[in-house]
């Protein structure tokens, strides 16, 4: 369920990003284009980066966790009346 709302705040960093692609392709070297992008735009591409990772994390453990046996109940043990 989380992982579906995250689909919220990168859509809308999404939508910062593109709404204002000039001020990436305006400069003509590449630190004048790093510094043509606003705040916004930093934060919404760490947003997006952030995004990538988890779901690189999440699938790196998936396959490299080892499974795990379930932890016995002691409720669901019989214990005769002595």
């Known amino acids: 369920m989380l992982s579906l709302l995250w689909i919220f705040p990168s859509s809308g960093a999404l939508w910062i990003i593109l709404a204002e692609r000039s001020a990436w392709r305006q400069g003509l ?4 284009r790093l510094q043509e992008v606003t705040l916004e735009q930093w934060i919404a591409s760490a947003i997006l980066l952030a995004h990538a990772a988890f779901l ?3 699938r790196h453990y998936e396959r490299t966790e080892s499974p795990r046996l379930p932890v016995p109940d002691p409720s669901d043990s019989f214990n005769p009346p002595s």
């Not at 070297?29 to 004048?32: A, E, F, I, S």
């Open 56 to 58: 690189w994390f999440a």
């Open 29 to 32: 070297t590449v630190l004048q």
